[in-house]
């Protein structure tokens, strides 16, 4: 239901390598009643394939209650009620399989072993829930209500994480039941297995499944808060990031070989990155070019004495080793064709300075009236076999905007999303600049690369930041379709919706998502509590 914004990792890419987890080793878990149901007080994780699953039991004499995941292969679908919620309301597992897994509560962690794609899943109702919203129940109500055009769904939304941190903006939401269209025939609880694409979600290692549904009361939801997964797909493909942290260096130093000359390649996560090396010892005098990698923190020398340097003194995230490419056009080239997320980038301490103040080779960025539309940037192209698939351009410094105020020298990492290149083989970057002569390029050809094929960062378009970290507040989707999803440090109770025509209605989020459905296309502002407004459009 969410409108696409990001990259989708092409699923065409993991054939052969992807990993089927159907819970069939399971079997010998299950008891006489068909479900796993732990001892007297559990907690313990299933372990299928390479998923992890929580569950909690707490039974005494008389009693039982469970919540998190649990697996089965009971075939009960007749019978209504919580006696019956570890059924499938599809008689059994997903195709021929026998088994399948059980998840009870509004938000539910998925944990892989490692870091993969989930390709997809097959997701469905369980018996208790499916036959709540069919016949209605002393807790919840029949779906449609009593004239049938209630306009009632249930909804799991499924969200990737990697190392906590949510991995893209987009979610993918499943109608367990959707009863909003105009046409009552098509109305439908999920009765049946439905397969559900997740290679949009990316590289993660663990996914979060969110219920909301129409139907709440004081205490929350009414709909039995239940739902069944089966044959998870994953592509036994991890994202293979090169960060550089697996190399070896001392102190404030920089790779540098001890031969006369020397043609090596460096090798980090997914990429192979050449290094050409040369030394005159009558000057003494050592020319490179390719690329290098280094953990020098000068931020302030400027000229070719302190090449090796980024403007930052520090790697991405302030990691220690990062990678520096000077050349005019390099290649980074790749274990394996892929698709290649992105990386980040910055000016090394040399370029940086030198479009700042000037040098003897290199002109002052924006003359001396500041007003000179100078540029310099990168463009970044993708191959496979030997063919361009495409290109990405990105600027490290811009002094083109009438508005003296934008212009700038980029001083900090910058994310560079390449994910449009497709699949690809190798990546070629070349520089272009406005200080140029017959020669070439005046402005230095250096650049800084940190993590290289990295999960992407969560735009920051989407992101509001109060005066206080504590108060960060995430929106997504956005634009959004159906529900918005909220994500906070804090707690807020005091949340107003406002449309363009400045009309406020007061909204209570339900387990961090607001239900928009019903609201007209437009663009929307969220007051929360005494902060400023976030901007988000409507589908």
């Not at 992807?18 to 069939?24: A, C, N």
């Not at 299933?46 to 005494?60: A, D, P, R």
């Not at 219920?211 to 709909?223: A, E, K, Y």
Request: hydrophobic share 35%; with cysteine.
């Amino acid at each position: 239901m969410f409108k696409k914004i990001l990259f989708t990792l092409s699923i065409s890419s993991f054939v052969g390598f992807s990993q089927v987890i159907d819970f069939e080793n399971l079997s010998t878990l299950l008891g006489y009643n068909s479900f796993y149901n732990g001892s007297k007080s559990i907690i313990s994780n299933i372990t299928s394939g390479g998923v992890n699953l929580k569950s909690s039991f707490t039974k005494s004499e008389n009693t039982e209650s469970w919540t998190d995941w649990t697996f089965s292969k009971d075939k009960n679908i007749t019978l209504a009620g919580f006696n019956n919620s570890r059924a499938s309301i599809t008689n059994g597992g997903f195709a021929t399989s026998t088994n399948y897994a059980v998840s009870y509560g509004t938000s539910n962690i998925m944990k892989f072993n490692s870091i993969s794609t989930v390709i997809g899943m097959q997701v469905s109702n369980s018996t208790y829930a499916y036959l709540s919203m069919k016949n209605g129940d002393s807790f919840s109500k029949k779906f449609g209500g009593v004239s049938g055009t209630d306009a009632d769904y249930f909804l799991v939304t499924i969200n990737g994480f990697r190392n906590g941190i949510l991995n893209t903006m987009l979610g993918v939401s499943v109608y367990l039941a959707d009863f909003r269209s105009a046409m009552p025939q098509e109305d439908y609880i999920l009765d049946t297995w439905k397969q559900v694409d997740l290679s949009i979600l990316g590289a993660v290692d663990s996914l979060q499944f969110q219920l909301i549904s129409t139907d709440n009361g004081i205490f929350g939801m009414n709909t039995p808060a239940f739902f069944v997964v089966d044959n998870i797909t994953t592509s036994g493909l991890t994202i293979d990031v090169a960060d550089f942290e697996n190399l070896t260096l001392s102190g404030s130093s920089f790779y540098k070989s001890n031969s006369v000359t020397f043609l090596n390649t460096i090798t980090s996560g997914i990429g192979i990155f050449k290094n050409s090396y040369s030394y005159d010892s009558q000057y003494d005098y050592d020319y490179w070019s390719g690329f290098s990698f280094s953990k020098v923190n000068n931020t302030i020398t400027s000229g070719i004495q302190n090449q090796y340097a980024a403007v930052t003194g520090k790697g991405f995230n302030q990691s220690n080793i990062y990678a520096i490419m000077y050349n005019n056009d390099d290649d980074i080239l790749l274990k394996s064709i892929q698709s290649i997320t992105g990386f980040y980038v910055t000016n090394t301490t040399n370029a940086y300075t030198s479009m700042r103040d000037g040098s003897t080779f290199s002109k002052k960025f924006g003359g001396n009236s500041g007003n000179d539309a100078d540029y310099f940037g990168i463009k970044i192209k993708g191959y496979s076999n030997g063919i361009i698939t495409d290109s990405v351009t990105h600027y490290l410094a811009d002094f083109r905007s009438s508005v003296s105020g934008l212009d700038f020298i980029q001083n900090s990492w910058a994310w560079v999303d390449v994910s449009k290149l497709g699949l690809v083989d190798r990546i070629n970057i070349s520089f272009f600049s406005s200080d140029k002569n017959a020669s070439g390029i005046l402005t230095p050809t250096y650049i800084a690369i940190d993590n290289f094929n990295d999960t992407p960062p969560v735009p920051t378009s989407a992101i509001f930041r109060s005066n206080t970290s504590d108060n960060d507040v995430t929106l997504f989707p956005n634009p959004a379709t159906d529900v918005l999803h909220i994500y906070s440090n804090n707690f807020f109770n005091n949340m107003t919706l406002i449309d363009c025509l400045g009309i406020e209605t007061k909204v209570l989020p339900t387990d961090n998502v607001i239900d928009i459905s019903t609201l007209k296309s437009g663009v929307y502002f969220l007051k929360i509590s005494d902060l400023k407004v976030i901007k988000f459009i409507k589908l």
